[in-house]
Every structure is written in C-alpha cells, then in structure tokens.
Nanobody, 120 residues
Framework: QVQLVESGGGLVQAGESLRLSCAAS????????MGWYRQAPGKQRELVAD???????NYADSVKGRFTISRSNAKNTVYLQMNSLKPEDTAIYYC??????????????WGQGTQVTVSS
C-alpha cells in the first residue's frame, strides 16, 4: 500500500505565495508522473500541473508563469510553488501519483487534499 500526504495549504492574501508538498510512502518501487489537481466548490477537479519522473512538466494555462512544480525522486516528494496567488486559485489541492509498487503493480493514488484559500 502507498500513502500520499500533502502539507502546506492555508489562508493567504492575493499576491502572496504558498508552497505545497506531497510525500509518498509505503511499498514503492518507483514513481512515474506526479501531479497536483484542484477542486473548487461546485466545480470539477482539474489538473494544475504534473511532472514526469524525468522532469518534464505540464501546466494548466491558468497557472503558467505563476506556479512551479518540482520533485525529489530520492524523497518521493512533489512540490508546488504558488506565487502571485489569486482568489480564483482557492480550492482543495490534491496530490496524485502513478506508482509502481514493490510487487511491480502499477496503481494511481490520491492524497487527502489540502485547502488553499486566497482572500482578495
């Protein structure tokens, strides 16, 4: 079994920054793509950014130039640096990872979510 634990959410004012972290633990052989999704009230969950094991990144248009995703393969951790936050960034942010476990089974996992609230 694999667990994803997020941290770093909170309440900030518009224009400020936050850094989210997500650490994967458990029976891990390797991790393919890791990513961050978000879900605002009344809206569908959407991709914010993801990063491959080789470091290739992909961003939603709404966050390009403001958010940066990175990862530490040694620590099985993915980060999301969020700058110039806007009220429309308010959402629950979820970590996602595509994991090969030690039994060489590939599964997709979600974290429990962390709230990000941006006040105007």
């Amino acid at each position: 079994q694999v667990q994803l634990v997020e941290s770093g959410g909170g309440l900030v004012q518009a224009g400020e920054s936050l850094r989210l972290s997500c650490a994967a633990s458990g029976s891990i052989f390797s991790i393919e793509t890791m990513g961050w999704y978000r879900q605002a009230p009344g809206k569908q969950r959407e991709l914010v950014a993801d990063i491959s094991s080789g470091g290739s990144t992909n961003y939603a248009d709404s966050v390009k130039g403001r958010f940066t995703i990175s990862r530490s393969n040694a620590k099985n951790t993915v980060y999301l640096q969020m700058n110039s936050l806007k009220p429309e960034d308010t959402a629950i942010y979820y970590c996602n990872a595509d994991v090969w476990d030690k039994g060489l089974t590939r599964r997709n996992y979600w974290g429990q979510g962390t709230q990000v609230t941006v006040s105007s």
